[in-house]
């Protein structure tokens, strides 16, 4: 299965935007990109997905590279309730079904 | 709607113990998963399900088992609790496609 890497941690100023990033160099054509964040003490969350284009929702925007080996998930305007540990996984979606988990990126905003 | 619901939320278990972590979702969901989260680490995945009567191994499964009767359950079965297996389990549910995962909230077992 395709792997990700990301960060250890980041930190972010309150208020100013947020860019995640996370390399899978691996990844097939039949992958899409997911991200999630889990807060302290609580279950993960869904943030975002994509497969080949940019896509934004109301929580946050994923920026996918031309070649799909990296992507980026975009806070625009960080708050204190985004700190979080933000994972980024590559899922088949037509085979298995898998969900794998890396370590994340962990993300502390400073007031 | 409750989403995916996790009992119980906190068990303490002794060495050689069995019990069964229940899981329920109520969105009709085809995909449950299990994972389990040690202290400071990412998730591993346990079992997960792509339909009724169907399960699969994730990356962690020894000393566990789980069964799908049903598609809103997906109960996952400690027979021999160790105190490696001391972690917070969540189960989560997806629908079809590329559909994200939905997760509950997590219960908490320590094994002594």
């Known amino acids: 299965d395709a792997k990700t890497t990301q960060p250890n941690s980041m930190e972010s100023n309150e208020e100013e935007p947020v860019h995640l990033p996370c390399n899978h160099s691996t990844i097939s054509g039949t992958d899409y990109i997911h991200w999630y964040r889990q807060l302290p003490s609580q279950g993960p969350e869904y943030v975002i997905h994509?497969?080949?284009s940019n896509v934004n929702n109301r929580m946050a925007s994923l920026a996918i590279a031309e070649d799909r080996k990296s992507s980026t998930l975009i806070l625009h305007r960080a708050t204190l309730r985004d700190a979080a540990v933000y994972y980024c996984?590559?899922?088949?979606?037509?085979?298995?079904?898998?969900?794998?988990f890396g370590t994340g990126t962990s993300l502390t905003v400073i007031p | 709607n409750a989403g995916v619901t996790q009992t119980p939320k906190f068990r303490i278990l002794k060495i050689g113990q069995s019990m069964t972590l229940q899981c329920a979702q109520d969105?009709?969901?085809?995909?449950m998963y299990w994972y389990r989260q040690d202290p400071g680490m990412g998730l591993k995945l346990i079992y997960y399900s792509v339909g009724a009567g169907i399960t699969d191994k994730g990356e962690v499964p020894n000393g566990y088992n789980v069964s799908r009767s049903t598609t809103e359950d997906f109960p996952l079965r400690l027979e021999l609790a160790a105190p490696s297996q001391t972690s917070v389990y969540f189960c989560?549910?997806?629908?079809?496609?590329?559909?994200?995962?939905?997760f509950g909230n997590g219960t908490r077992l320590t094994v002594t």
């Open positions: 989560a549910s997806r629908g079809t496609g590329s559909s994200p995962l939905h």
């Open positions: 996984i590559l899922t088949k979606t037509n085979t298995g079904n898998q969900f794998y």
């Open positions: 969105m009709n969901h085809n995909y």
């Open positions: 994509g497969l080949t």
